[in-house]
Structures are given as structure tokens and as C-alpha cells.
């Protein structure tokens, strides 16, 4: 099962404990400020109390940034604490799936001394993460977040984003394969909460959770990331040699992946996933993938294998990506640079879009080939709305 931090619907069922961090975790994983001009970088780390790597990671690379001269200002936070010290992901909220206003509103409104221990790290985590976003826009600082996860799947570590300019820009710079398309899936991830703020954001998943290469892989991420944010000097902070390890991984799996089909399980399908899937695996059309309700699960298309469900409960028995290429990339720069979302009016199915820009309404059921329009244009989150659907993108599209 994969606890990926975006992942749709497997990690809720997850129980999967591991071995606590020893000597326990403090909020504040360190800071590094020189008092320079620059971005503020936040790196949050164990959202999910099951995945220390990223806390190792985030401690490994602000104490490689001691006493070395850096530009603007980097936060690292532990996430779930007390999941952390157990071992386990959560304490019966998943911290990554809270991230929504009314869900935050509500909790804010809560009076504190009823908060139930997730809620109350996550009351913690918003007030820290809220007072840096509000220092940085005085002192003019651009703000990145870099949230590392770990999976309990094993398979090659990849970066999630939503399908936002900024935020593709920062995922290439680190150099895993970026998946578009899995972000929009789910409610409340912090990741599309600070990007519907207007920051830019990245997901790292650095690998398996029990892997120690995992702590390696998302330094090294750290490493990359903080090189292009401008915090690290070129040609002396690593951040080369660490994009040359990830280039290393990554292989021939391509640069960035659209996820376009998720399996869908039900309750006692009794889903067998086939021995020996990992992410990025290619896929024939036709190939047998599993057994479900007895029955062979074939592969609807070609494509990359993502997420293969070999634990546990699931409501999605594994992903399947396509490649993105280099022309659609341009060309969805391009049209979003232009501002030119009035012309989506001409393809068949749209009946108006918003004079903001904000989103697209269609009427029920777009064919595929809009909805590749509307995904060029940055618009993936449909939701119905009387007999039509509105498309909205994230942050700035
Ligand atoms: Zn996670």
C-alpha cells in the first residue's frame, strides 16, 4: 500500500506501524537565516508519523547549511509528532487530508482544550506555517514548500504537483519524474492548500519507508531544490552532484507523467495485485495485472505502473501514467502565459468561462479531447453543479 502524501484513498485504511524515532522530535527541525534577501523555504517532514526519512533528510541537509552562507530563510517542521514518537501514521486524523478552509475554520473556531492530538499538532503546524507566510510577504520573500513523504510501496520515489507553472518549474529542477495528475484527487492535502494561497509546492516521495535510501533520495531533493530557490550558492552546496544521483534514478523513466487511470476497488473484490510490479514498471494494453472478484484485471492502455497495491485495504488497486511531452509542456506555458482561456468557448461541451479566468463550465459528460484542452489550459478538478460542471485550476494556473 502506498502512503503516498497525495495518494486518493489507500493510506486511509494504512496501519502500518514502524519503528518510532528514537530520542523523539521536536516541531522546529532547524532554521537557517542569514538575514539575506530570498525565498522562504518551508520543509515540512513526517506529516505522516510512519515516514521518518524526511525528517533525517531535513536534519541531514539545514546542519550541512551551518556555518555555510545562504540567501533568504529556511524552516524545517516535523509534522505529526506524536505519530512520529509511535511509529505510526496517525492518531486517527491522516494530518495531510485537513488542509481544506472549512475544515481549518472549524478547527481555529474549536475551543483548544477539546482538540483531539492530531488536531492539536495540526493547530500547531497552521500558526507556525502562518506566522513565516505572513514575515515572508513583509519582508518580500517568495515562499516554496517541500514536503517529504515515503511510501510502503517499493518502487522509484517521484514528485507530485499540482498541474501549476510554478510548481512544475520547481519538481523539474529536482529531477524525479513529476506526476501530474494525482494531486487533484483527494481533499486537503497541505500541499493544495498553500498552493491555493498563492505558494508554490512540491510533494517529494523519496521512496519505501523501511528503505535507508529514502532518507538519501530526499536530501538529495532538498539539496536540488535549494540550489534552484536560490538559497545555496552554484557550484559549491552539492546541489550539482545531488542532481546527478536523482538524474541517476530516475533513468529512462520520462521527465513528467500525466496519472490518467486509477483502478477502482470495492469493498470484498478481493483484488491480487501480480507479483513483481514497482512504480514506473511500462505497461502493455492488454497485459495481466491482477485478479479481481476471480476475474483477470487487464491494463486498459500503455502506460507507466504507479502505486501497485500489495497491502492491506485499498479503494484504488493501482495507477497507470503516460508520458507528457516536451511539446504540450510548451504549449500549456504558452496558452497560460497569453491568457488564452477565452478561446476554450469554441471546443464542444464548454458553455462559458469565467470572466477571472478562475474556471470553466462544461456541460456534463466533455469528451475526452475537451478535457485534454481544459488540462492544457491548467483545469483538472471538475465538480458538478447542477446539470453542468465547473473546471477549476489551482493557484495561478
Ligand atoms: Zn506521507
Redesign the pocket.
Known sequence: MS???VDPGQ?AQSGTHRAPLAGGVKRELGVKDDGQPGPLVLITAG??GN?PAGVGAARRVLSELAGRPTAGRVVALAGNLGALERGERHGGQDL?RLWTEPLLRELLDQDPTVDGPDEAELRELHRIIQAEREAAEAAGRNVLLLDL??TSAAGGPFSVVPDVLDCRRLARAIGLPVVLGLEQRIEGPLLTWIVGQGEVGVVIEGGQHVDPRTEDVLSDALRAALRYAGVTPSGESGAEEARARIEAIRGDVPPVLDMVYAHPLEAGDGFVMEPGWTNFRPVRSGQALGLQRGEVVQAPIDGYMLMPLYQGLGTEGFFLCEPVGGAWLGASRLVRRLGLEFTLRILPGVRAVRPDGDGVWCAAGASRRTEWWLALFGYRTPKAEGDQVLWTRRGNG
Open positions: 502512503d503516498t502524501g493510506a506529516l505522516h515516514e495531510n513523504h515515503s
